[in-house]
């Protein structure tokens, strides 16, 4: 599924199971949290953090969508067509990183 199709997908979702999007505000400090939460299995999984018997069995997939849910939700509310805009950053980290990273003795 591309961007544009996802944030269709989550507008219906809004209408058909939701009241209303969160306002802007509130959508931020849910964003917020969902970061968080992957963070916490990242710093406990990958990092150093000693990982909790109840943190085991979190699925880092699913609070990675979580995370793109809600950046979906913003997307919608304030008009962003998030397709066009990711594509035109792709565009631009090509054509601005290529070199950048292909010559960064730390990546090799």
Request: charged share 35%; hydrophobic share 35%.
């Amino acid at each position: 599924m591309d961007i544009k199709n996802a944030q269709l997908v989550v507008d219906e979702w809004i209408k058909n199971h939701g009241v209303r999007y969160f306002n802007e505000l509130t959508n931020m400090a849910q964003l917020t949290e969902e970061v968080g939460e992957v963070a916490r299995i990242i710093a406990r999984r990958y990092g150093e953090q000693s990982e909790k018997e109840s943190d085991k069995d979190k699925d880092l997939g699913e609070e990675l969508a979580d995370v793109v849910f809600v950046v979906l939700c913003l997307a919608n509310q304030t008009g962003i067509d998030l397709q066009a805009s990711f594509d035109k950053k792709m565009d631009v980290k090509t054509k601005r990183d290529h070199n950048r990273h292909q010559n960064n003795q730390k990546l090799k």
